[in-house]
Each structure stands twice: as structure tokens, then as C-alpha cells.
């Protein structure tokens, strides 16, 4: 009987020492695993902040005002006229390139005597957000350009040029026009285009000139002038 009580005893106690061995070796792979999960889970997360930011695509105005990709000069002014038509900020800035520079005609400088310099020197594109802002918060939406071909650009090159007549129609809600006033603004305009690396076009040079004819109208140049 003492020795089976005893083989009993030794028994238990290798059994003892056994569970806890094999108690060490799960939590140990319990361990191992919950490393292993974190270490992905770091990973992963890391791999999300790290990652690369997608290209962005053509500005976001909301579906009512279309964007065509600009692969010619015809599609940027495309895309003018529709963020006009539209009030589209972002669509009107991205037609722009970064080096953009805005020249009115020389007479409207003149005419607008000593403060023709504070309205139309050194127009960058900080200054055509300014005005273009403006004359959103002025307008009704639904602005109109019409612009006739004069001078096709030779889109062979990197960087051309290309001359429209402009008519411009702006129905005015506030600011220094009656509410409903309807008001058409015409001129010449130059626009010097730049193709990118992507193959994109962009205007970086605007060159406003009076119509040959304005029967009365003022330029669109006369109308950045009052919004700077």
C-alpha cells in the first residue's frame, strides 16, 4: 500500500511537472502568435500610412459641371466655359497652369489712370482666384462664354498659342449691378497654352485685347480690374 501510495505520488508529480511544462510551451506559442499577429497588424498599418497617395483625377465640382481630360487646347477652353457656366472654382483654376500670368489691354490700364497699376501690374494666378471668387458671389449661376476661333495653335509643340474673340454674358445678382442686370463683355484674347509631362494642356499666359468692334462692351480685363 506505501508503495503504491508512493508510485502514486511520483506519478502525480511528474504529471504535475509535465502540465506545466506543456503549460509553458502553449503559453510560450500563445505569445509567439499574439507577436506575430501585431507584427502583421503594424505592418499593415504601416503600409497604409506609408503607402503612395493615388494621382488625383479631374476636379471635384459635383456632377452638374463636366470636366473633359485636357489632351488639346480646344477641351481646356471646354473646360472654362463649363466651370463658368457652373461657378466651378476648382474647375476655372485647374484650366490655369502655375506660372500663369494675366495682361490686359493698354488702353484699359490707361483709362483707369493712376490705379490702372494697382488693378492689372504683375497679375498672378493668386489674383484670378481672387477675381474669379468674386464674380461668383456676384452672379447668377449660368455664366456664358462663346469664343470664336481666330488663330489655330500648332499643337505640335510643347507650348502655342491660339487667338478667340470672346463674348462673355454675366447676369448679376449683387455688387455694383442691379439684381437680373445682364451685362456682355467682349475683347480678343490670346491664350498661351503648355503641354505637360502627362501630355495635359494648360494656359499660362492671358493676353486681353479690345474687339476690333466692342459696340460698346467692355473687356473681360476691365472686369478683373474691379474684382482685385
Not at 506505501?2 to 502553449?26: I, Y
Not at 465640382?61 to 488639346?72: A, R, S
Not at 492671358?206 to 473681360?220: E, L, Q
Request: charged share 25%; aromatic share 10%; net charge negative.
Amino acid at each position: 500500500m506505501e508503495h503504491l501510495g508512493q508510485s502514486q505520488s511520483d506519478l502525480l508529480g511528474e504529471t504535475s511537472g509535465t502540465s506545466w511544462t506543456r503549460a509553458r510551451v502553449a503559453a510560450g506559442a500563445r505569445v509567439a502568435l499574439i507577436c506575430l499577429a501585431t507584427g502583421v497588424l503594424v505592418v499593415a498599418v504601416s503600409g497604409c500610412i506609408f503607402s503612395p497617395r493615388d494621382p488625383d483625377g479631374p476636379p471635384d465640382e459635383g456632377p452638374d459641371i463636366p470636366w473633359v481630360t485636357p489632351t488639346t487646347t480646344d477641351k481646356v477652353l471646354q473646360n472654362l466655359a463649363a466651370a463658368l457656366a457652373g461657378e466651378g472654382i476648382s474647375n476655372y483654376m485647374d484650366c490655369l497652369g502655375d506660372s500663369f500670368r494675366f495682361h490686359v489691354d493698354p488702353q484699359d490700364s490707361l483709362d483707369a489712370g493712376q490705379e490702372g497699376e494697382d488693378r492689372y501690374a504683375n497679375w498672378v494666378r493668386d489674383d484670378e482666384a481672387t477675381y474669379i471668387d468674386g464674380v461668383f458671389l456676384d452672379s447668377a449661376v449660368g455664366i456664358d462664354v462663346v469664343f470664336t476661333t481666330v488663330e489655330d495653335p500648332d499643337e505640335n509643340d510643347d507650348e502655342t498659342y491660339r487667338r478667340d474673340d470672346y463674348e462673355l454674358t454675366i447676369v448679376w445678382q449683387s455688387g455694383d449691378h442691379q439684381p437680373g442686370e445682364s451685362v456682355t463683355y467682349r475683347g480678343q484674347v490670346t491664350f498661351w497654352l503648355r503641354r505637360d509631362e502627362t501630355q495635359l494642356w494648360s494656359i499660362f499666359r492671358w493676353v486681353d485685347r479690345r474687339a476690333a468692334n466692342p459696340g460698346g462692351s467692355t473687356t473681360w480685363g476691365i472686369l478683373r480690374g474691379d474684382y482685385r
